[in-house]
């Protein structure tokens, strides 16, 4: 029997977390959220809450050591993303945007001229507010991602013995 997807959840002001829970529960898979203080989770052993210190990247630095083929991370942090994506992780953010090898880059380089833009004084706006269609859009993207990531657990060489 192959291993089902892990998926880590930056759970920090993510909308998308009862949307996780449903897929998760459906496909029985193991769920991380993963937050710098204490969040509600659903009583499931599948679920886990992970309380990290507080400080920059502390979250992002459990997600990324643990991240790898067969996860699927749920982030809008974009270097998180990029580093989750070198690890052979599924990423996609809330907005069920699919953050792969061919997309992180120009991400990066989007999010690196926005901060020079806010930072030089310049006024960029925000993201649109977050919505029912993007929820839906969401859903699929998570659906796919975790298939995607149980044919990459699939083909992974079986174990070495114990000897």
């Not at 953050?99 to 120009?106: C, K, L, N, R």
């Amino acid at each position: 029997m192959t291993p089902s997807p892990t998926v880590y959840v930056d759970a920090d002001a993510c909308p998308v977390k009862d949307e996780v829970y449903r897929v998760a529960g459906r496909l029985h898979l193991r769920v991380f959220v993963v937050a710098n203080s204490w969040i509600r989770v659903p009583d499931d052993p599948l679920i886990e809450r992970v309380i990290v210190a507080q400080g920059a990247n502390v979250a992002d630095d459990w997600i990324a050591e643990r991240a790898g083929p067969g996860s699927v991370v749920i982030t809008a942090d974009v270097p998180l993303a990029d580093r989750c994506v070198k690890t052979g992780a599924r990423v996609l953010t809330p907005k069920g945007r699919v953050f792969d090898a061919a997309s992180i880059g120009m991400a990066l380089a989007t999010r690196d001229l926005m901060e020079d833009l806010r930072s030089a004084g310049a006024v960029t706006g925000g993201p649109r507010p977050f919505g029912p269609r993007d929820r839906q859009v969401f859903l699929q993207a998570l659906d796919r991602e975790v298939r995607r990531a149980a044919h990459d657990l699939a083909k992974r060489p079986p174990p070495a013995p114990v000897a």
